[in-house]
């Protein structure tokens, strides 16, 4: 049983570090589409189509890939304040709360697979790009937020998802 969490915990590294990488790669896309964006519209005076709607997917998937990595970083802001008035509570709150966020991660990724079968069908608007490209931002990050959480769980079962503030590995 400590191998298979070993090795949980070790791809849960590394999927992290992937992650990383992804999204400081698309941060450097959107800052290079947003200045080019400027620099043509201000200096040559005629601006980019495609720049607007291609920094606003950029943006949608780093937000949902910022949001995976940051559920494993315990970066989530929360409310504590049920636990903060009535710290007993705090042990059965952990898995009780882990649950409730799988349940809504779950929903999430149903339903972005949903909004990504349907996209197939469309195009962007300026650029030929399939809008499921776009939409596939959503079940990703759900997936991934899910993985994180499974990680969590195995890693800590009883442990409050606020808890978590990792230092960098």
Not at 35 to 46: I, K, M, N, S, T
Not at 65 to 81: K, M, S, T, V
Not at 92 to 113: C, Q, S
Not at 148 to 156: D, E, K, P, V, Y
Request: hydrophobic share 55%.
């Amino acid at each position: 049983m400590n191998e298979l969490r070993a090795l949980a915990i070790g791809l849960d590294r590394w999927v992290a570090k992937a992650e990383t990488v992804v999204i400081v790669v698309l941060v450097a896309m959107l800052t290079a589409v947003t200045f080019a964006q400027v620099c043509a519209r201000y200096v040559l005076g005629d601006p980019l189509i495609w720049s607007e709607e291609a920094a606003r997917y950029l943006f949608v998937w780093v937000s949902m890939l910022g949001a995976a990595l940051a559920l494993r970083e315990g970066g989530h802001f929360g409310l504590d304040l049920l636990i903060r008035r009535a710290p007993a509570l705090k042990p059965a709150l952990g898995p009780m709360v882990t649950i409730v966020t799988a349940l809504f991660l779950l929903i999430l990724l149903k339903t972005g697979i949903d909004e990504t079968n349907l996209a197939s069908r469309q195009f962007a608007m300026t650029f030929p790009m399939r809008m499921q490209w776009a939409y596939l931002a959503l079940p990703t990050g759900a997936g991934l937020m899910l993985f994180h959480l499974a990680i969590h769980f195995i890693r800590s079962p009883s442990m409050h998802i606020l808890d978590i503030r990792r230092e960098p590995e």
